[in-house]
């Protein structure tokens, strides 16, 4: 199974912009299509961006225009460039593999959006 390590939350506000980190276990072809997924309190986790392997990507249509997804298949790493942020953009963020298969979910970075 992979792991995942999300890093980067923090607390900013309205407008404002963060960069999350998910460093992932194994080798880049274990992962083809990572995904960044949210959950808000009192709500389901969501997808919000994913990336595959060779740089296709999709956005969730509240996310389009805003966030930007990246990875760095030597580093076994992907990112979440959030910019223009809004509270509800407020949740705790994951990585994890698209579709999901099992994997173990890391802690997830928390992104607090208020003024």
């Known amino acids: 199974q992979v792991q995942f390590v999300e890093s980067g939350g923090g607390s900013v506000q309205p407008g404002g912009s963060l960069t999350l980190s998910c460093t992932f276990s194994?080798?880049?072809?274990?992962?083809?299509?990572m995904g960044w997924y949210r959950q808000a309190p009192g709500k389901q986790r969501e997808l919000v961006a994913d990336?595959?392997?060779?740089?296709?990507?999709n956005f969730a249509d509240s996310v389009k225009g805003r966030f930007t997804i990246s990875r760095d298949n030597t580093k076994n790493t992907a990112y979440l460039q959030m910019n223009d942020l809004k509270p509800e953009d407020t949740a705790v963020y994951y990585c994890?593999?698209?579709?999901?298969?099992?994997?173990?979910w890391g802690n997830g970075a928390l992104v607090t959006v208020s003024s």
């Open positions: 994890n593999k698209v579709p999901l298969s099992g994997d173990y």
């Open positions: 194994g080798s880049a072809f274990s992962v083809s299509r």
């Open positions: 990336i595959t392997r060779t740089g296709n990507k």
